[in-house]
């Protein structure tokens, strides 16, 4: 529905120019993908197994959020080379992906009083760039008191010189 409405052009366009929010809703799908290949490889593999305490859909799916999270409270666990190396799988890139997100908290979370800071600085700059043009702009004025009273100086002296010369 979304790219019908949008169509797949836009939906591009707006994935590229808000590349950090894209991130996250990626991060976010492949969470739901690890799961999903996670708890089916598992259960494929345990399904039956001699031994083994994944039998149903449900124990797999829990097994993967236990196992992607780290938590591993043991309850339940692949016995199978099959259902191991999915573990393995589950297991690097859950904590990958878990890595990511909570990168994505903790910059969210700093990221936001860094923007009130960023936003004081700025209105302290805006303050002194006023007081140094103020002192530019009063600098300037007596810049150019100082100039017409030297031009002034040197339009008499140059009388002077000139009424001095005609004297001879």
Same mark, same amino acid.
């Given at each position: 529905m979304f790219l019908r409405e949008l169509g797949p052009k836009q939906v591009l366009k707006e994935f590229l120019n808000s590349r950090a929010q894209s991130a996250v809703y990626i991060v976010g799908f492949l969470i739901v993908l690890v799961l999903e290949f996670g708890s089916v490889t598992v259960l494929a593999a345990e399904q039956g197994a001699p031994g083994s305490n994944i039998e149903t859909a449900s124990d797999a799916i829990w097994w993967s959020i236990v196992t992607m999270s780290t938590v591993g409270y043991g309850d339940y666990s692949p016995v199978t080379l099959q259902g191991r190396i999915a573990g393995l799988f589950v297991i690097v890139v859950g904590v990958a992906l878990f890595g990511v997100v909570t990168g994505f908290l903790a910059n969210r979370f700093v990221g936001s009083g860094d923007e009130e800071q960023e936003s004081t600085e700025v209105e302290w700059r805006a303050g002194d760039? +006023?007081?140094? =043009? $103020?002192?530019? !702009? /009063? &600098?300037?004025?007596?810049?150019?008191?100082?100039?017409?009273?030297? +031009?002034?100086? =040197? $339009?008499?002296? !140059? /009388? &002077?010189?000139?009424a001095g010369g005609q004297q001879d």
């Open positions: 760039m +006023a007081t140094i =043009l $103020e002192q530019i !702009k /009063s &600098l300037q004025a007596e810049h150019e008191r100082s100039y017409s009273e030297l +031009a002034s100086k =040197l $339009e008499g002296l !140059k /009388s &002077l010189i000139q």
